[in-house]
């Protein structure tokens, strides 16, 4: 028994349970990591057991007394790994990348200066474990033969290292399905595979971009460049500058399909607000009802990016997390740089949801107003984070605040997957279908209808209204395919391939002021139209910029609107997974024209440039104009309002 005891796997057991103690009480003690519901909360105390094992058992491979030695000294290096997390954490409230790490000039602003001043006193009871394992080698070690162990013993270490992190990433993927793929957030990684596996997951993440980067040279720029400037569509004489000046409050409904306008539920209307917007002539809007959302597996980022670089998102993954470091010439640092706009996006979510923190800097948005500027009381929080009135109601005064002219962005975001809302809140008489995702919908949409009313109510009273450009769109779906028997239901038709594309529909919107508006608009247009379009609203010519979308107002605005996936959409067809349909008939049509066949590979070639020039992250090498400024990203800072730690885990508790 005694063997057992003083040996040299009862030594790496105990490295094993220290190590995964004192990570367990990292993540409990110096994070803020949201953990909710019974399976996080199992994960993030097993997380650390795999990455334990597989790394201190490395040290089992050596000879005698060296096994020893080898495991205090891995112990000592994940120690210093996670502390250096730590540390970073406190000032950043976030987790330390290789993107980070390699922006040396960020490095001093990301820790404020001064590590020293992060350190506290009670850390030293971080290393109490590898005192102990120091002075328990030093009692046990005399006790070890000087030969290697059997090598299937430290192999069967490694295979049961490798068996908990295979539990632990299944677990994981059926709690939060697409979490590697899909990269949406540092916080999630880290909660559901622990800050290790993060770290592995991070450098594989990072050295494959950055291969790609290395790879292209600045002559891949030109063929991109043809391309877009041979899409280029001149401005409307009649819209280019008329909305030269004035502040663009830009409204994101969050998950909202086109669907939803004019749509009744059992007689009610569910947006009767927006439906105003469209039908009544005196509030001047432009409703596009034929605009499509383009986007992926980067969802909301997806949208955020292609409304604000033309450029597309990826066809996996979100380019907002794994592109952060390239150069984007977007829209807030344009119009930021040629006509004194102050741009700054609002969101009642934790600042690094989609990586917003760090892309931000990069595509010139002045100020971010996340979580920490909101009061994130428990009254007033659900799902992932603000409800949609609060929100609006505790944006007014920011806005108030802000240099105008401003491009104000507003991600809303009560009306998202799972639908839900508090109690009372809900005001439609429920559907019935038995699907709570769909039934839920209806009544979140109606919340956030009711909070965009009482919000342009706000805007007129904080006289804001009169002189700012108004846009509001859709982001992506709210209702997936697997809805699809609820959906039929409400909708009385049948969901079709076809009908299921023609869901793909957002609202697009936009009121200028002083400009009559169109009513409805039919043009065929998408997210990758948005750039071009401001532009000209303001008065700047699109055409010095590399940009895949068009000016929706220009009478030769492309039509065509290509989803991510290769599909497309035109005012008279459509190309799904290898079917042209007619879009007047619904038919399929069997024998497409030379034309169709086309457009079909024109949409591959836009969407590949579009790849090309993000992973090779080509606008490096690109001047628009003599005006331009390369926009410096370690210029922006959106941590004043810094809480500490023990603030944010006071606040209440949010469920991603
Ligand atoms: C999170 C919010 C939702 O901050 O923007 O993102 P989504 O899940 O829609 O991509
Ligand atoms: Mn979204």
Not at 70 to 75: N, V
Not at 359 to 385: A, H, P, S, T
Not at 531 to 552: E, N, Q, R, S
């Amino acid at each position: 028994m005694k063997k057992i005891i003083y040996s040299r796997m009862s030594f790496f057991v105990i490295a094993v349970v220290l190590f995964w103690i004192k990570t367990y009480s990292f993540y409990k003690l110096e994070f803020s990591l949201g953990v909710k519901g019974t399976v996080q909360e199992f994960l993030l105390f097993f997380n650390p057991l795999s990455s334990g094992i597989l790394i201190l058992g490395l040290g089992l491979f050596t000879k005698g007394r060296r096994s020893g030695r080898a495991i205090i000294y891995l112990s000592t290096l994940l120690f210093l790994i996670q502390y250096a997390n730590v540390v970073y954490y406190r000032f950043n409230s976030d987790f330390m990348t290789l993107a980070t790490l390699t922006q040396t000039s960020n490095f001093g602003t990301s820790l404020g200066g001064s590590i020293l001043d992060l350190m506290e006193p009670y850390d030293l009871l971080y290393i109490i474990d590898i005192l102990f394992l120091l002075f328990l080698y030093s009692k046990v070690k005399g006790k070890w033969t000087t030969d290697r162990l059997k090598l299937r013993i430290p192999i069967a270490v490694l295979v049961t290292g490798i068996l908990a992190f295979s539990l632990n990433l299944h677990l994981a993927e059926k709690d939060r399905p697409q979490l590697l793929k899909r990269t949406f957030d540092r916080n999630y990684l880290v909660k559901y595979l622990g800050t290790y596996n993060f770290i592995v997951y991070d450098a594989v993440v990072s050295l494959q971009n950055s291969s790609q980067r290395v790879m292209a040279d600045s002559s891949a720029i030109v063929e991109v460049e043809n391309y877009a400037k041979a899409k280029y569509a001149e401005s409307n004489p009649e819209i280019f500058g008329v909305g030269q000046g004035k502040n663009i409050i830009k409204i994101h409904l969050e998950s909202f399909q086109s669907f939803l306008i004019d749509f009744e539920l059992n007689g009610q209307e569910v947006t009767p607000f927006l439906n105003s917007l469209v039908h009544d002539e005196t509030q001047d809007f432009t409703y596009f009802d034929n605009f499509f959302h383009q986007t992926e597996q980067g969802k909301t980022a997806d949208a955020e990016l292609i409304m604000d670089t033309s450029l597309y998102g990826l066809s996996q993954g979100s380019a907002f997390v794994t592109k952060a470091n390239n150069t984007f010439q977007a829209l807030p640092a344009i119009i930021g740089q040629q006509q004194g706009y102050t741009s700054a996006v609002f969101h009642g979510d934790g600042k690094s949801f989609w990586n917003r923190d760090k892309i931000y800097k990069r595509l010139g948005i002045d100020q971010f107003y996340y979580d920490l500027y909101y009061n994130m009381n428990e009254d007033n929080v659900i799902n992932y984070g603000l409800k949609d009135k609060p929100f609006f109601e505790e944006s007014i005064p920011l806005l108030k605040e802000l240099k105008q002219p401003f491009y104000a962005h507003m991600i809303t975001l009560t009306n998202h997957h799972p639908f839900v809302l508090g109690e009372g809140e809900a005001t439609l008489v429920p559907s019935q279908t038995g699907d709570s995702t769909v039934d839920g919908y209806f009544q979140t949409a109606r919340y956030l209808d009711e909070a965009l009313a009482k919000f342009f109510v706000d805007l007129k009273e904080a006289g804001l209204y009169d002189n700012s450009i108004i846009m509001i769109y859709g982001d992506h779906y709210g209702i997936s395919k697997n809805h699809n028997r609820a959906m039929q239901e409400i909708l009385g038709e049948e969901i079709t391939v076809l009908k299921n594309s023609e869901l793909q529909r957002v609202p697009f919107m936009i009121h200028i002021p002083g400009v009559e508006g169109q009513g409805t608009n039919h043009e065929y247009a998408g997210m990758i139209d948005v750039v071009p379009t401001l532009l000209h609203v303001l008065g700047i010519d699109a055409k010095d910029y590399l940009l895949f979308g068009t000016d929706m107002f220009s009478d030769h605005h492309r039509d065509f609107v290509p989803f991510r996936n290769g599909d497309f959409v035109t005012r008279e067809y459509s190309y799904i997974k290898g079917d042209y349909y007619d879009n007047t008939t619904k038919e399929v049509i069997y024998e497409p024209s030379e034309e169709m066949l086309k457009m079909k590979d024109t949409v591959l070639q836009e969407l590949s440039y579009s790849d090309k020039l993000l992973n090779g992250d080509l606008l490096r090498f690109y001047t628009p104009n003599e005006k331009w400024v390369p926009v410096n990203p370690s210029k922006y800072l959106y941590g004043k309002k810094q809480a500490s730690n023990a603030e944010v885990n006071g606040k209440a508790e949010k469920e991603k």
